[in-house]
């Protein structure tokens, strides 16, 4: 007769078993190898989706709209730095790290804003001004 929490028990004692990780993590760069197109496509997707997820979380954080002008539509909606020096940091990290770093903030060092006003506050302030 079949038991499935004894099943998953048996499952979990596995994978805890040095010598089962060590085999499967063999497997797994053996598959790995002979279809390295597949993995690499699957990776892709995978990070993509991860950082949408990210992204929904720090829009969600800031409440999904413009501090200035209240505008709500996620396509153009950007993390802007409150006393600037952000293009300095986006540069230095990759956007899934970015986007956990602002979820971390507890300082208030970031807000949300449209395009148009991320642009304006940019050029008003002279922030990134022939900085690259």
């Known amino acids: 007769m079949y038991n499935k929490e004894k099943h ?6 596995r994978r805890k078993d040095p010598l ?4 499967e993590n063999f497997l797994k760069r053996e598959r790995r190898k002979k279809n390295p197109e597949k993995y690499r496509q699957y990776y892709k997707n995978y990070v ?14 800031f409440g999904n709209k413009c501090v200035k002008c209240s505008f709500s539509d996620w396509r153009a909606l950007q993390i802007d730095h409150v006393n600037g020096g952000g293009s300095k940091e986006t540069r230095s990290i990759n956007s899934a790290n970015y986007y956990l770093k602002v979820l971390r ?9 449209c395009a148009n006003c991320n642009w304006i506050k940019r050029y008003e302030k002279k922030e990134n001004m022939g900085d690259r």
Do not use: H, S
């Open 105 to 113: 903030d507890r300082l208030g060092k970031y807000q949300l804003l």
């Open 20 to 23: 089962y990780r060590k085999r």
């Open 8 to 13: 998953t028990l048996d499952q979990r004692k």
């Open 48 to 61: 993509a989706q991860y950082i949408k997820k990210l992204r929904k979380k720090v829009l969600d954080k």
